[in-house]
């Protein structure tokens, strides 16, 4: 398949161009705003610049979005898909810190995501794992320089390598920026409710979704059936374990060049092309194949 050309479609409905719909989002800063309407955008960048120009903010400001609710919610991230009746919050930039981290086995215990837009950040801290001792080191924080080297612009599995790269034993700085916070949540006050009308409702409820894709593309589609979002969460939790990553959107496009694959060969071969920079190992590839298509 040539590297321009379009992937595979996801077989959990049909697709549409996003330019046949008129969206508007609806969108609060996370830590508290006025409503904002959101539209006019196809990737991740443009809805962050769109949400900067709609509160007067650098794009640089934005670490990431949640669907449907202000918290520091991993499980509410915005990845590549929104509902059509999804309400975003939108976390910025808060507190810098560094700290230092005593690498005393193999593995820190992180799993990295990133924004799609410059900005890695933690998704997780393993229980009893190295990171879980450190203070003042949390989920939703943004990784943003290793030793002195400014990360803006690696993606999640470039953080996790380097991570990975650091010898055991050796002590290393990591400085971490915090999303700001809601006053409430400063002054431990009772959690502020949801705006009016947004409610707690899950994330792509609604009977279509808008994909942003890979290539730069977006699509509206049929919400995804719940046979093929188990199995998209299940490469996700796949791509932690064998990468050190969570990613729905590149967890998705695996899916659906694993269905349009007949063989794993194939399969394999596609991955390659498309996704070559993660370098996946022999084991996840065939994992993924057998899971899709068991």
Known sequence: MPKDAPLPAAPSGAQQPA????????????HGSPTKQIRDFTNVKQLYEAIAKAFGLSTGDILYCTLNTHKVDMTRLLGGQIGLDDFLFAHVK????????????PALGLTISDNGAGYAFIKKIRDDSIMSRVNDVN??????NINGTDLTGCRHFEVARMLKEIPIGSEFTLTVVEPKKAFDEVAGMKPRGQASGTGEVKAGAG????????DGNAVVEDVPTDAVVEVVNKIDD???N??????????TTIYDLAKASKEADLFAGQLDEQ????????????????????
């Open 19 to 30: 330019e046949a719909f008129d969206m508007v989002f609806h969108c609060q800063l996370a």
């Open 94 to 105: 808060g507190q810098s810190k560094p700290v230092k981290v005593v690498k005393d086995g």
């Open 139 to 144: 989920v939703g924080d943004h990784i943003s």
């Open 207 to 214: 009977k279509k979704t808008l994909r942003m894709k890979r």
């Open 238 to 240: 796949l791509l932690e």
């Open 242 to 251: 064998f990468v050190g990553i969570k990613d729905q959107e590149l967890s």
């Open 275 to 294: 996704l070559a920079d993660f370098e996946f190992p022999d084991d996840f590839v065939l994992d993924v194949f057998e899971m899709v298509h068991k």
